[in-house]
């Protein structure tokens, strides 16, 4: 699958590319959520893989969710969320219709991905006001769940809506 790397581009051309060094060693994903950073009770997690099980079933779009203490050798957080969507392979390959949400507490960084066909119905733009204005104001309070949970439940609903 094939995330967008306009940002890469548009990061490149102002010369502050992220710099990364050496090989990567992803993290392998739990399932549909992958909580490394322990920041989801048992319960909450099983809320979210049920809920994005669904949503993928209902319309083939996938889903996934990663919380890391750390991203290195990576600096940006959005050109490790692609990397390793892309990685993970998080959307069905003819589509490029995946969504990859990456936070980590322990750096105050949060980033959301999209696949090429999501981004059609998905920007960047809406993307960057779910973190900004759903997840980041939760994240203070330390409601990880519920600032997850109310942007996945408008980014669901905006993908369902231009489908």
């Known amino acids: 699958m094939k995330f967008s790397l306009?940002?890469?581009t548009v990061v490149v051309v102002m010369g502050c590319a992220d710099t990364k060094t050496g090989s990567t060693d992803f993290p392998e994903?739990?399932?549909y959520v992958t909580d490394m950073e322990d920041l989801f009770s048992?319960?909450?997690e099983n809320q979210l893989e049920s809920f994005i099980e669904e949503f993928e079933f209902q319309t083939s779009n996938e889903i996934a969710i990663?919380?890391?203490k750390d991203i290195r050798p990576y600096n940006?957080?959005?050109i490790y969320a692609t990397d390793l969507a892309n990685h993970w392979g998080v959307g069905k390959n003819k589509k490029d219709n995946g969504l990859f949400i990456a936070i980590?507490?322990?750096l105050g960084r949060t980033a959301i991905a999209t696949g090429l066909g999501t981004e059609k119905?998905?920007?960047d733009e809406f993307c960057e006001r779910m973190i900004d204005s759903v997840m980041i104001p939760r994240f203070?309070?330390?409601e990880y769940f519920d600032g997850v949970q109310e942007a996945l439940q408008l980014l669901t609903h905006q993908w369902s809506n231009k489908n």
Do not use: A
């Open 140 to 142: 203070k309070k330390k």
């Open 29 to 31: 994903p739990f399932g």
């Open 66 to 68: 990663l919380t890391i």
């Open 76 to 78: 940006n957080m959005m």
């Open 104 to 106: 980590s507490d322990s």
């Open 42 to 44: 048992e319960v909450e």
């Open 6 to 8: 306009w940002i890469l």
């Open 121 to 123: 119905v998905i920007s």
